[in-house]
């Protein structure tokens, strides 16, 4: 079998080679793509290279939002120093993905559109309000990133739909993030469970908004709904404890080979309290050190 390589330096000559032919794929870092090649899951006709494509690359941080290129890789992400400084979730959940050799080649885009929901990105990005802009042939259009996919492996773009960049608003006045990744293996391995955490507290320090979107508990990121339980209050230990139960009987995970289904439906609640305790502690470390 011969596979076609197709090297686009323009988005026209990315739709062009991809146009019509189903089994034409993007390629962008590969660390994917070529695991289900080589398994027999996916067969290319053709090959489209993302590696040039003009419009894809940098990290924009001095514009009202933050604007990743999806061809960024994790790697990048991980070590900027304005995503550091502003969002450190995001740098530390950028940190935490596979192994090095999976974060120096795997972009922030292939990971969206690989659509794994064991995946790290989308459960911090869901929260954070981030949008894909995603280019078509005929139009662009910005997609919240918890609707890229509609189950394990199957993102919602079409066929020729490229992810061209991710937008990230800045954390408003009182909002802190944070992102808890529970391994049960190997600190490499795909999350067991995941959660990401967004508050955002008044002066007082009384919670006025939160959200909260757990990772490899169901076919894509679930985005939880009790977190309106925190609104109105301070987060004080029996909230937290009110919180861990009714995430925990809120999700319905399947069994895989990192855990049971309620070990992961347990393990869904502690890690819930567990990244608002988290996003509260990185507020007074930010606190001690200005
Ligand atoms: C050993 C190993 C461990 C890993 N561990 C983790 C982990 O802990 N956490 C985690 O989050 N991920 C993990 N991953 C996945 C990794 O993050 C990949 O980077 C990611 O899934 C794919 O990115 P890529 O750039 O290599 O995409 P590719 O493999 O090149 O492409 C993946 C899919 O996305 C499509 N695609 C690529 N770019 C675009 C785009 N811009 N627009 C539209 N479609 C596009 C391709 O056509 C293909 O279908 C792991 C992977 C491996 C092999």
Redesign the pocket.
Known sequence: VTVAFARPETLEQAFEALHGDEDA????????????MGSGL?APTTLVS?ARVAG?DGIETSGEVLDIG??ST?HTIATDRAVAARIPAAAELFS????VR?RM???V??????A?P????VVLLSVLGAQAV?AGPTAERLVAVEDLADGPLS?T?EHD????RVRVPWPSDGEVSSYV?FLSGTY????TVSVGCRLVRDSSGEVTDASLAAGAVGPTVVMLEQPAQLVGTRAEPDVLDELERAVTDSVSPNPDRRGSADYKRAMTGVVAARAVRKALASDQLAAASR
Request: glycine share 12%; net charge negative.
């Open positions: 794929h993007m390629l962008a870092g590969g660390v994917s793509i070529v695991l289900l996916m993302l894809m999806a061809r994790h935490l993905i596979g192994n999976v080649a795997g972009t885009g292939g990971n969206l559109a690989h794994d064991a995946q790290d990105p995603v993102p773009l739909e490229i992810i061209t990744k490499d391995d795909y999350a």
